[in-house]
């Protein structure tokens, strides 16, 4: 069964970094490309960006680029989603998603809630 | 940048009836990279429908979907209970892959 286990959620003040992560099982990690996106409180989907971890391939929404980097252990079967210094509008849950070549979203992981407030 | 736009962004149904959702692309996509995804109250999103008419695995035949160019269509034939949450479209054919806004079904 293919899963993805994100981590729990975090609650940082501005111009803190973060890393969370999303932990994959039941597949090979290697050959699936991993999304990232975000949903602000009562929002809708946005896409951050997506890795492919058999060669660290990594592609970000322009809205995203320089905002974020996204990065893979592929010892650890795991992607991660990274902030150098968090603002107060990075307050969101942020989902990763297993993301077939030219198919859509076919697993989510459960998500993680980011808060960053003073 | 594709812009995906859903309407209505409310349907107020009720159990058993018909809903359906739009879907319009700012320009022409690939019907094989349009997908749906169903969003319940504090759950993570769920594939429905992809390459615009094709059902996820263990999603019911009461759901469908159809289109073709800018125009994309989700059919929810009779609504079931479970059925009333938040809908959304998904191109990833041209990047950066966009997500419509989407349109919540609620209960009349």
């Known amino acids: 069964e293919v899963q993805l286990v994100q981590s729990g959620p975090e609650v940082k003040k501005p111009g803190e970094s973060l890393k969370i992560s999303c932990k994959a099982s039941?597949?090979?990690?290697?050959?699936?490309?991993i999304a990232w996106v975000r949903q602000m409180p009562e929002k809708g989907l946005e896409w951050v960006g997506v890795i492919y971890p058999g060669d660290s391939d990594a592609r970000y929404s322009p809205s995203f680029q320089g905002q974020v980097s996204i990065s893979v252990d592929t010892s650890l079967t795991t992607a991660s989603l990274q902030w150098i210094s968090l603002k107060a509008s990075d307050t969101a849950i942020y989902y990763c998603?297993?993301?077939?070549?030219?198919?859509?979203?076919?697993?989510w992981g459960q998500g993680t809630l980011v808060t960053v407030s003073s | 940048e594709v812009v995906l736009t859903q309407s209505p962004g409310t349907l107020s149904l009720s159990p058993g009836e018909r809903a359906t959702l739009s879907c319009r692309a700012s320009q022409s996509v690939n019907s094989l990279y349009i997908a749906w995804y169903q969003q319940r109250p504090g759950q993570a999103p769920r594939l429905l429908i992809y390459g615009s008419s094709n059902r996820a695995t263990g999603i019911p035949d009461r759901f469908s979907g159809s289109g073709s160019g800018t125009d994309f269509t989700l059919s929810i034939s009779r609504l079931e209970p479970e059925d009333f949450a938040v809908y959304f479209c998904q191109q990833f054919g041209s990047s950066p892959w966009t997500f419509g806004q989407g349109t919540k079904v609620d209960i009349k």
């Open positions: 039941g597949y090979d990690f290697s050959k699936f490309w």
């Open positions: 998603a297993r993301h077939p070549y030219g198919r859509p979203y076919d697993s």
